[in-house]
């Protein structure tokens, strides 16, 4: 791991936290010695697989088994 004074990472910004994006790898920040802070590379949390996204999100709110017209509509239908 890197590490850079903090008057040199004042200096140079952009340069170093591009570096961190191509590299993957941290840099420390110290002052005198002393860590300060420590500049790591976003990470994005992996992509799951839309299968199974509405799980539990639906709810039955009637009978299910019965047919949803008169059987008599269903034979005029027919004919």
Partial sequence: MEEIQIVN????????ISSVIRSHQP???S????????????????????????????????????PAEDTDNWKALSE
Avoid at 9 to 16: D, L, T
């Fill in 9 to 16: 990472f004042q200096n140079n910004v952009y340069e170093i």
């Fill in 31 to 66: 002052d005198r010695g002393k860590f300060l802070v420590k500049i790591v590379p976003f990470s994005y949390p992996e992509q799951k697989s839309w299968l199974g996204c509405m799980k539990d999100k639906g709810k039955i709110t009637g009978d299910i088994i019965s």
């Fill in 27 to 29: 840099v420390l920040i």
